[in-house]
């Protein structure tokens, strides 16, 4: 039998008898005119308090006020209520546990510490000689199942670190092959993490200054979901002769990317 119906029976049960007993004892009195003092249950005080939150939603603070709140308490039962949309919650509860939940909700209703991450980007070059980079040794197997490039080689990286929020880098491209020393260009990232699992990135491909470049110039733009440990191949860009990716490997900062 669930106790909630258990107990109300048994209490019931209990003032009935006294209710009984009380009644004989009346009867039993020598005289009617004698006033007869009988002894009643002192009521459980409540009070009712509004706290303010700051970080936790409603929905999580009433989770973890409820243990707190006794709702089936027999003639004084405790009540949480909120606004909708409201910062805040009300209790009606015992002054004690009221306190307790002041206490609670000061240890909890914090700030989550950011996570700060650290982001690895590398430019890669798809191209038609047989090479193998080892900076590219968690990459280039998985670009071997995708694209039918002969080798990839490594020309330019670099990192940054972040928590929430845009950040910028720019990286230079190594001026060697397998690009023409005299077209040595830039990528440019406009990146943003929010939400603590969302990226956003703008990668342009710029030009080398005022020289003129055989190369078009290209543009990726790419919106995602990550967690550390990934490494993210967020796309390619044609150039002469040539396709460029641009790859990012995720850690959480302190940790090697």
Not at 21 to 29: C, G, H, K, P
Not at 175 to 183: K, N
Not at 198 to 214: A, Q, V
Request: aromatic letters at 6%.
């Amino acid at each position: 039998m669930d106790t909630r119906f258990k107990i109300p029976l048994v209490s019931l049960l209990v003032l009935t008898g006294c209710e009984v007993e009380m009644a004989e004892q009346v009867r039993d009195q020598p005289s009617e005119g004698e006033p007869v003092f009988t002894s009643l249950p002192t009521p459980t005080d409540l009070e009712t308090r509004t706290f303010a939150l700051e970080h936790l939603d409603v929905a999580t603070a009433t989770g973890l006020v409820g243990p707190y709140v006794y709702k089936d308490r027999p003639g004084a039962p405790g009540v949480i209520s909120f606004a909708p949309g409201a910062a805040a919650i009300s209790v009606r509860e015992t002054p004690d546990n009221l306190d307790k939940i002041r206490r609670m909700l000061e240890e909890f209703d914090v700030a989550s510490p950011a996570l700060s991450y650290r982001l690895h980007f590398q430019v890669v070059v798809g191209n038609g000689t047989e090479s193998s980079d080892e900076r590219l040794a968690l990459v280039e197997k998985e670009l071997r199942k995708v694209f039918r490039f002969e080798g990839y080689s490594l020309i330019g990286e670099g990192h940054v670190a972040v928590s929430e929020g845009p950040f910028e880098l720019q990286i230079e491209t190594d001026a060697s092959e397998p690009l023409d020393p005299s077209e040595k260009w830039r990528i440019h990232i406009d990146g943003g993490v929010y939400r603590g699992s969302e990226m956003h990135l703008e990668i342009t491909d710029l030009p080398p200054g005022t020289s003129t470049s055989r190369r078009t110039t290209g543009k990726v733009e790419t919106r995602l979901g990550f967690r550390p440990g990934q490494t993210l191949v967020l796309g390619s860009m044609p150039s002469q002769n040539q396709t460029v990716f641009v790859v990012v490997h995720v850690s959480e900062e302190g940790e090697p990317a």
